[in-house]
Nanobody
Framework: QVQLMESGGGSVQPGGSLTLSCVASGFTFRESGMSWYRQTPGEGRELIAQIGNLGMHTDYADSVKGRFRIARNNGKNTLYLEMSNPEPEDTAVYFC???????WGRGIQVTVAS
């Protein structure tokens, strides 16, 4: 059974930093590309970052480029999202996803506020 479990969310001040983690199980993590999405109330899920299976290729939405960094540790079956200089507009529920499959984490809330 595939499971994706996010952690590390919570409240952060603008200009601070926060790192989200997503622990994967039930599939061969090192063989799958992974992504981070986010969603705000009333909106669809926004793809914000992707990473190839070996971590050599990454891609970012313009809204987070230069501030967020996606990374992975295949030895720990873990995906990361390093959030630097977050803004109030980054407040959302963040989800990890296994690319090309309908496998999602449950999501975790991130709130950016003073």
């Amino acid at each position: 059974q595939v499971q994706l479990m996010e952690s590390g969310g919570g409240s952060v001040q603008p200009g601070g930093s926060l790192t989200l983690s997503c622990v994967a199980s039930g599939f061969t993590f090192r063989e799958s590309g992974m992504s981070w999405y986010r969603q705000t109330p009333g909106e669809g899920r926004e793809l914000i970052a992707q990473i190839g299976n070996l971590g050599m290729h990454t891609d970012y939405a313009d809204s987070v480029k230069g501030r967020f960094r996606i990374a992975r540790n295949n030895g720990k079956n873990t995906l990361y999202l390093e959030m630097s200089n977050p803004e109030p507009e980054d407040t959302a529920v963040y989800f990890c996803r296994r690319n090309r499959y309908p496998h999602w984490g449950r999501g975790i809330q991130v709130t950016v506020a003073s």
